[in-house]
C-alpha cells in the first residue's frame, strides 16, 4: 500500500512535468525540475486532488515544495504513507 | 472514453504520447484571454488529437487579446476567453457601486475591444468567442444586477455583430453541465487570475469540438437506424403491424415518435437518414409507406438496407452507395450483440445504443447531436442577424479604434516611476524572484539584496506602477542600474516587467526614462544584456529594438553596448510619466 501511493503521486508529477516517474526522488524540486513554475505548480495541486479526491488547503499548497513535503502532505489524507 | 471521465494527469500522459506522433505542421489554435486558462491547453489538445485533428493550442499573453490579435491572424483558430468578471480588474463586486455613465464606458470599451480584435481578425478562418456570463457570480441572485445587465447587453452586441467567420459559445452551457460549483475554483481567482476547474475544462473542450470536427471534414453526414426496439417499439417479425408502438399517445410510443421527429429535423439541415435493420423488406416497405403512425417515409430515407445479411456487410454498402467514409456515419441500434460487433469490425462508424431505460433515448441523442454539427453560415442565421441588426439601429456612432496606439491611447496608461524607493521593498524583491517572462536576466534578489541596491551610492532601482483610467496595476516594472563613474559608463543589471501589463508599450516608456536619466548623471556608454531562460525568449531582441548595439552573442548570452548619443527615444506620448518618490 505505502509504495502504491507514492507511485501515485510519481505519476501525476510525471505527468505534470513530463518527465519519467523513476526520476522523481526526495531531491524533486522546483530547483531540480525546470519545468516546475508557477503554472505547473497550479496543475500539480488539481491532478494531485483529482487523483486522491482531496481538496488541499493554502497552506498546503504553498508548502507543496518538493517530493518529500508532497508526500507528508498526501499522508495525512490518506493515513498511510 | 470522453474526455471527461479521464483524469487531468491521464490526459496530460496521453496527449503526451499523442505529440511525438504529430508532424511540425500542426492543426495550430490560440486562446486569447483575460484570465489564466492555461489548462485547457493539453485537454483541448486531447480531444481533438483523439480524433485525429494535430491540434497544437497555445494561449497568448495574459490580458492581451486586442494586441494578440495582430500576432495570431494565421492562425488556423482563435478562441477568445474574455470574462466578464476581469474586463475591469474585480468587476464582479465594483459594478455594483457604479454610475450609469461609468457602465456606459466600460460597456462601449469592451464593444470597442471585440470590434478591433474582430477587424484584425477579418482573415483568419474561424474565432470562437465565448458569450458573457454572471452566472458564476449571480447564480442565488433574485434581482438583476448591474453584472447580469452588462453581459446581456453585450451577449446582444455579439449576436449582432458576428461575422461569418465568428462563432460564438455559449459558457451558461458548459457550466450548466458540470454545476457552477464545480466549474469555479476561487482559490486561484484571487491569487493568479484562474477561474475554472478541470472539470470546467474538459466540458468546454467537448462542447467546442463539434467546430473543429466541422472545419475538419470530420461532421457526420448520416444517421443510420436499425428498425426494431429503435425506430419503434416492438418487433415488426413478431408482433406485427398493428402491434408495433411510435404513436405520441402511448408511453413508450411517445419515446419513439420523438426520435423519429429529430430525425426528420435533422434530414432537414441536410443529414441523411437510412436504415439497417435485420427484418423481410417487404414487411419495413409497409411500415414506411403506410403506418398511420410512422412520420419517417421515403422522401427522408436516403438508404435502406432491411434485409437477414449481417449489419457490418450493410453497413460498408450503405458507406460505398452514399459515397462518404465509414467514419462519416452513425448507426442506432438497440442490441448490445450488434452494437459490440460494429464497435469491433467497423471502429470507424460511431454507434449508439439505445439505452436501457427507454426515457433516455430522446436525452442520448440530443446529447450526440453535436456530432453533426456543420459551421457552414445557413440562411437561418442570416436572418436571425438581419433580426438582431434592426432592433439594434438606435445604436449611435460609437468610437472606433483605427490601430493598436489608437486603443492604447484610449486606456489614458500613466506610468509612476519610484526611484530608490524603500517602501516597496519587498515588492521589488518579490518581482526580481517571480518574474520569468519579460525579464532580461533574471537575476534573483532578497529584500536584503535590494536594500543595499538602495543604499549604494553607485546603483539605482527604478519600479514603475501603471495604471489606466479603468484602476491601478500596482507596482508591476523593476530596473537596476549599476553605475561606474570614472568611465562614464553604466550597466543595466535587471529589467523586468510583470506580465500583466505587457503590451501596452510602457516598457519603451520606461527605457526612454532611464537614458534620460543617465544623460543627466553625464553617462555616454551603456551596457545592457539578455541572459537567455527557458522562458524569456520574448525579450530576446528587446534592446535591438531600443537601438542598443548587439557586441557579442553566444548561444545563452546577448551583450550590447549603447553609445547615448545614438539614442533614439520612442516619445510615446500616449503615456504620461508621473515621478513618484
Known sequence: ?81 | MTVRNLKYSEILKRNSDFAKLLSDTGYEIKVLSNIVTSQLNEILEYTLRVDAIPAIVKSGDYDNIVQDSLKYQNSNVIIIFLELSNIVDGLQFKIELLNDDQLDEILEKTKSEIDLVLKNFEKTSLILINKFTSIHFCSSNIMKNNLEELADQLNQYLEMRIPENVRLVDLEKVIANVGVEKSLDLRYYYSSKALYTVDFFKAYAEHVKPFFMSANGKAKKALIFDCDNTLWKGILGEDGFDNIEMSPKTKDGAIFYEIQDMAISLNKQGILLGLCSKNNPADVDEVINSHPDMQLRNKHITINKSNWSNKVTNLKEIAQDLNIGLNSLVFVDDSSFEVNMIREQLPEITVLQVPERLYNYPKMLRENIGLFYNLSFTAEDRKKIKMYKQQVKRESVKKEFTDIEDYLASMELKMTIHQDDKSIIPRMAQMSQKTNQFNLTTKRYTEGDIKNFIKNEESMIFAISVSDKFGDSGVTGLCIINFHDEIQSAEIDTLLMSCRIIGRNVEYVFIDHIIDMMKGKKVNVVKAKYIKTQKNEQVKEFYDKCSFSLTESTDSVRNYTLDINNYEPKQLNYIEVINGK
Open chain 1, 1 to 81: 500500500m505505502v509504495n502504491k501511493i507514492e507511485d501515485r503521486i510519481k505519476n501525476v508529477m510525471s505527468a505534470v512535468f513530463e518527465i519519467p516517474a523513476d526520476s522523481i526522488d526526495d531531491d524533486s524540486s522546483p530547483e531540480s525540475i525546470e519545468s516546475w513554475d508557477s503554472l505547473k505548480h497550479m496543475n500539480l495541486v488539481v491532478t494531485l486532488e483529482e487523483e486522491f479526491d482531496i481538496t488541499l488547503n493554502d497552506d498546503e499548497i504553498f508548502e507543496m515544495i518538493n517530493y518529500p513535503f508532497i508526500k507528508l502532505i498526501i499522508a495525512k489524507y490518506s493515513g498511510q504513507l
